[in-house]
C-alpha cells in the first residue's frame, strides 16, 4: 500500500509539475529511470523478480502436480566425495550414503556442495540419501507404499507428480548415524547435523520443505533431512519468516495478481504463474 501511495505521488508530481514545481522540475529525470522507479513500486513483495528464477520455486504437491515429462534441466550427477591431503574437496563430490547414481539440477548440485563442503569446515558430515526422481520412480514407490499399507496412503510418500524429488531440486540430506536405520523419522532433527542444516541452508539456497510446523499446509510430516532449492533470495525470505514452499507461492500469485491489476508487465511475470492443478 504504501508503494502504491508513492506511486500516485511520483505520478502527481510529475503531471503538476508545470505548475509551480521549479525545484522539482529543475531535476532532470529522465524516462528511463522513471520507468526503472514505476516497475519497482508496481512490483509488491519482498523478493525482487530479477532474484527469483522461475524453474527454482516451481511448487510439486498434491494440488500442483507435475506433469510425466516435467524435468527440471540440466540434471548432472553427483559424484563421491573425495578429499585433497589439506581436507579440502577435491572432485567437486559429497559423501552418500548409497553408492547408486542420484542426480540433481546442476545449480542445486553445485549449491549442495557448497553446503555439504561449509558443513564439513565446520564438523559435520552429511550424506545424500536420495535426490532426482522421475515421475515412474515415483510412481513405482507410491504403489509398493500402497501395497505394504493395504491400499491406504499414509503420507509418508507422495503421489507421482506430487514429489519435491521430481523438481531436481530436492534431495534428503542425512548425519552418518542414520545410514543404517531402516526408516527416518522427525528424531533426526535433534542431530547436530539437522540443526546445522536448518540453521546455515537458506545460505546456499535451500529450505526446509516440510517444517516441523507446516505440516497441516504442506499436508506431509515433519522431514527435518529433506531440502529443497529455491535460490538465495527466495531461501532467505522463507526460511526467515518460517515460511514453507506452499505459503511462499501463494504470497507470490497474489503478488503477481496485484502486479498485473497495476498495469505491470505480463511478459516479466508470465513464467511465474503457476494454478493448482486440482482447483
Ligand atoms: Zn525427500
Given at each position: 500500500?504504501k508503494k502504491?501511495?508513492?506511486?500516485?505521488?511520483?505520478?502527481?508530481?510529475?503531471?503538476?509539475?508545470a505548475?509551480?514545481?521549479?525545484?522539482?522540475?529543475?531535476?532532470?529525470i529522465?524516462?528511463?529511470?522513471?520507468l526503472?522507479i514505476?516497475e519497482?513500486?508496481l512490483w509488491?513483495?519482498?523478493?525482487?523478480?530479477?532474484?527469483m528464477e522461475?524453474?527454482?520455486?516451481?511448487?510439486?504437491?498434491?494440488?500442483?502436480?507435475l506433469e510425466?515429462g516435467y524435468?527440471?534441466?540440466?540434471?548432472?550427477?553427483?559424484?563421491t566425495?573425495?578429499?585433497n591431503?589439506?581436507?579440502?574437496?577435491?572432485?567437486?563430490?559429497m559423501?552418500?550414503?548409497?553408492?547408486?547414481?542420484m542426480?540433481?539440477?546442476?545449480?542445486?548440485?553445485?549449491?549442495?556442495?557448497?553446503?555439504?563442503?561449509a558443513?564439513?569446515?565446520?564438523?559435520?558430515?552429511?550424506?545424500?540419501?536420495?535426490?532426482y526422481?522421475?515421475w515412474?520412480?515415483?510412481?513405482?514407490?507410491?504403489q509398493?507404499?500402497?501395497?505394504?499399507?493395504k491400499?491406504k496412503?499414509?503420507?509418508?510418500?507422495?503421489?507421482?507428480g506430487?514429489s519435491?524429488?521430481?523438481?531436481?531440486l530436492g534431495?534428503?540430506?542425512?548425519?552418518?548415524?542414520?545410514?543404517?536405520?531402516s526408516?527416518m523419522?522427525?528424531?533426526?532433527?535433534?542431530?547436530k547435523?539437522?540443526?546445522?542444516?536448518?540453521?546455515?541452508?537458506?545460505?546456499y539456497g535451500?529450505?526446509i520443505?516440510?517444517p516441523?510446523?507446516?505440516?497441516?499446509?504442506?499436508?506431509?510430516?515433519y522431514?527435518?533431512?529433506?531440502?529443497?532449492?529455491v535460490?538465495?533470495?527466495?531461501?532467505?525470505y522463507?526460511?526467515?519468516?518460517g515460511?514453507?514452499?506452499?505459503?511462499?507461492?501463494?504470497?507470490?500469485?497474489?503478488a503477481?495478481?496485484?502486479?498485473?491489476?497495476?498495469?505491470?508487465?505480463p511478459?516479466?511475470?508470465e513464467?511465474?504463474?503457476?494454478?493448482p492443478?486440482?482447483?
Amino acid at each position: 500500500m504504501k508503494k502504491l501511495a508513492s506511486l500516485v505521488l511520483v505520478l502527481l508530481l510529475l503531471c503538476t509539475g508545470a505548475a509551480g514545481e521549479e525545484d522539482f522540475l529543475e531535476e532532470e529525470i529522465d524516462l528511463e529511470e522513471m520507468l526503472e522507479i514505476r516497475e519497482d513500486l508496481l512490483w509488491d513483495f519482498p523478493v525482487a523478480l530479477e532474484d527469483m528464477e522461475p524453474q527454482f520455486i516451481v511448487l510439486a504437491n498434491k494440488h500442483y502436480l507435475l506433469e510425466k515429462g516435467y524435468v527440471t534441466e540440466p540434471l548432472v550427477d553427483i559424484k563421491t566425495l573425495k578429499l585433497n591431503k589439506d581436507g579440502t574437496n577435491a572432485n567437486g563430490g559429497m559423501r552418500k550414503a548409497s553408492s547408486g547414481k542420484m542426480q540433481l539440477q546442476a545449480d542445486c548440485a553445485a549449491a549442495l556442495i557448497s553446503l555439504s563442503d561449509a558443513a564439513r569446515e565446520d564438523g559435520f558430515n552429511l550424506y545424500l540419501k536420495s535426490a532426482y526422481r522421475s515421475w515412474q520412480t515415483q510412481n513405482t514407490m507410491y504403489q509398493n507404499r500402497l501395497k505394504k499399507n493395504k491400499g491406504k496412503d499414509d503420507g509418508w510418500v507422495s503421489k507421482p507428480g506430487a514429489s519435491d524429488h521430481q523438481t531436481g531440486l530436492g534431495c534428503d540430506v542425512i548425519p552418518k548415524s542414520w545410514i543404517k536405520k531402516s526408516g527416518m523419522n522427525s528424531k533426526m532433527a535433534k542431530e547436530k547435523e539437522c540443526i546445522w542444516m536448518a540453521e546455515h541452508c537458506h545460505e546456499y539456497g535451500f529450505i526446509i520443505r516440510y517444517p516441523a510446523d507446516k505440516e497441516e499446509v504442506t499436508e506431509i510430516n515433519y522431514e527435518p533431512w529433506h531440502l529443497r532449492y529455491v535460490g538465495i533470495p527466495a531461501a532467505k525470505y522463507i526460511m526467515e519468516n518460517g515460511l514453507c514452499l506452499e505459503e511462499f507461492t501463494e504470497q507470490l500469485q497474489e503478488a503477481i495478481r496485484d502486479y498485473l491489476a497495476r498495469g505491470g508487465d505480463p511478459a516479466k511475470v508470465e513464467g511465474f504463474i503457476q494454478e493448482p492443478t486440482d482447483p
